[in-house]
């Protein structure tokens, strides 16, 4: 049996099975010129939403750790200025409160990372707010926990939408690929009653892998995308201070999209997002 895929609404936006949401922008907020240059050219591209993160986990504690709650003011800022909802991730308890303040009754959705994706007491706190949260899988995750783990927000009674972000497999040990991209759970997600947002970033290491994963993750029948963007310099050269290998240039975002969009209609044309697909009809469509 099948669950039914219900929509959810940030702001006056709905996201639905009937149309993708992209969400783009770069992995860590780090000024207010980096923030809205990027915005300013991913919103007209095709991002539904804008995402930065503040609160940042990071592997190494030499690394750049966000500007944590003194970032949010700019984030929302962005927001506000192009209408969109915002995407920012929450990394412990006492944040939730930190950043629902800062929003000012701006739409936004809470992201909860991979590596709090069985923190049950933060999973609890944020599935109380109402807000919609986007929890990504865990990169040792099983479909099955991440599954569970959702649970615990929608029994809250917020809205929990999947992020699929690559696990780790034999690939990645060979260094092929940061992480293997699990594109059939999308699927699964999808039949336990989760709306999927596929974020191809974190899996493919490489810029230039982004949009390959990007287009796949659509193919699926994803529901939309996250997908991290930077400011590349001349010499095609990202210096976000997070994860500016795999950001990608604003024109390759806006191919992305632009392919996507032409995906997603024929998938959508074909009805392959229901069951018992007849392949034979999806072939003799025009898109
Ligand atoms: C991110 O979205 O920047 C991030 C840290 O993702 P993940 O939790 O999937 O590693
Ligand atoms: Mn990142």
């Not at 974020?199 to 193919?219: C, M, N, Q, T, Y």
């Amino acid at each position: 049996m099948l669950n039914e895929l219900k929509p959810i609404s940030v702001g006056d936006i709905t996201i639905s099975p009937d149309k993708n949401f992209y969400i783009a922008g770069p992995c860590a907020i780090e000024s207010e010129e980096q923030a809205n240059e990027i915005a300013d050219n991913v919103i007209p591209a095709g991002a539904d939403a804008f995402r930065g993160g503040v609160f940042k986990p990071r592997t190494n504690i030499n690394s750049f750790q966000g500007l944590r709650e003194g970032g949010l003011p700019t984030l929302f800022n962005v927001g506000r200025r192009h209408g969109v909802p915002i995407v920012t991730e929450v990394m412990r308890e006492e944040q939730v409160e930190v950043i629902r303040k800062a929003s000012r009754g701006h739409p936004f959705i809470y992201q909860v990372g991979e590596r709090n994706a069985q923190n049950f007491d933060l999973l609890r706190k944020v599935g109380e707010t109402g807000y919609p949260v986007i929890l990504k899988r865990g990169k040792g995750n099983t479909v099955s926990e991440i599954i569970k783990a959702a649970e615990y927000i929608t029994t809250g009674g917020s809205p929990a939408i999947i992020s699929e972000r690559g696990i780790v497999t034999f690939s990645s040990a060979a260094g092929v690929g940061k992480h293997t991209l699990d594109i059939l759970s999308v699927a699964y997600f999808q039949e336990a009653g989760f709306l999927v947002i596929l974020d191809p970033s974190h899996a493919a290491k490489e810029r230039r892998f982004v949009w390959r994963l990007g287009l796949a993750g659509i193919a699926a029948g994803a529901n939309g995308l996250l997908t991290e963007v930077g400011i590349i310099d001349e010499n095609g050269v990202c210096h976000a201070q997070c994860d500016a290998g795999h950001a990608m240039s604003f024109q390759d975002f806006k191919t992305m999209i632009q392919v996507g969009k032409s995906f997603e209609q024929i998938m959508r044309a074909n009805l392959l997002l229901k069951q018992n697909v007849d392949i034979n009809s999806m072939l003799k469509v025009n898109v």
